[in-house]
C-alpha cells in the first residue's frame, strides 16, 4: 500500500507521548493513536482515540473505513523502520 499521503507526529503532552497519524491529501483528517499494549508487538495497529474529520465524510462510512485502516496500517509500519536521516533533520526546531 501507498503510504505516501500519510504522516505520523508524536508529541509529549503532560509526560504521556500521544501519536497523530495525519492525512495530508484529500480528505485531510487526524487520528490520534495509542499504542496497543496487548499486541505482542505491545504496538500493533494502535488503539484509536480521536478521530478528526471533515464534516463532508461523515455519512460516508465505507470509504471513512478504508482510510482509517489505511492509516492504522501506516502507524504500525512506521514503528518498524526508521525514517532516512535526511527526512528527519528538517523537523528539527
Not at 43 to 53: E, F, H, P, Y
Not at 61 to 85: D, N, T, V
Amino acid at each position: 500500500m501507498d503510504f505516501a499521503h500519510f504522516m505520523r507526529i508524536e508529541r509529549e503532552v503532560d509526560g504521556q507521548t500521544r501519536h497523530y497519524v495525519v492525512h495530508t491529501h484529500d480528505p485531510k483528517f487526524s487520528v490520534e493513536l495509542a499504542p496497543d499494549g496487548d499486541a505482542p508487538d505491545h504496538i500493533g495497529k494502535g488503539v484509536i482515540k480521536a478521530m478528526r474529520l471533515p464534516n463532508s465524510w461523515a455519512g460516508n462510512y465505507s470509504q471513512c473505513a478504508k482510510l482509517i485502516g489505511a492509516a492504522q496500517e501506516f502507524f504500525r509500519q512506521s514503528f518498524a523502520e526508521p525514517a532516512p536521516k535526511g527526512e528527519t533533520w528538517r523537523f528539527q526546531a
